[in-house]
């Protein structure tokens, strides 16, 4: 059941997000890749950048981060 909550939350694997300040100091601010969904429904797991295993958090939670968007591009 597990597997396919994650399309319905519109983070697919493999998608950058960063984590809301909502979700506490000890969390806020850090990016990462989602890796599924997650047992409950609105949860996703993903892995922060320079951890080893992944946690679950609430997909209010998250919010995605565009990598197509070049910072040093100008228009």
């Known amino acids: 059941m597990a597997g396919p909550a994650y399309t319905n939350l519109g983070f697919p694997p493999g998608s950058r997000v960063q984590v809301k300040p909502e979700a506490g100091a000890r969390l806020a601010g ?6 599924g ?9 993903l892995v922060l950048d320079g951890a080893k295993v992944p946690i679950t958090l609430h ?15 100008s228009d």
Do not use: E
């Open 37 to 45: 969904g997650g047992f409950y429904p609105k949860s996703l797991r």
């Open 30 to 35: 850090k990016t990462g890749r989602v890796v």
């Open 59 to 73: 997909v209010n939670y998250v919010a995605a981060i565009d990598d197509d968007v070049d910072p040093m591009k």
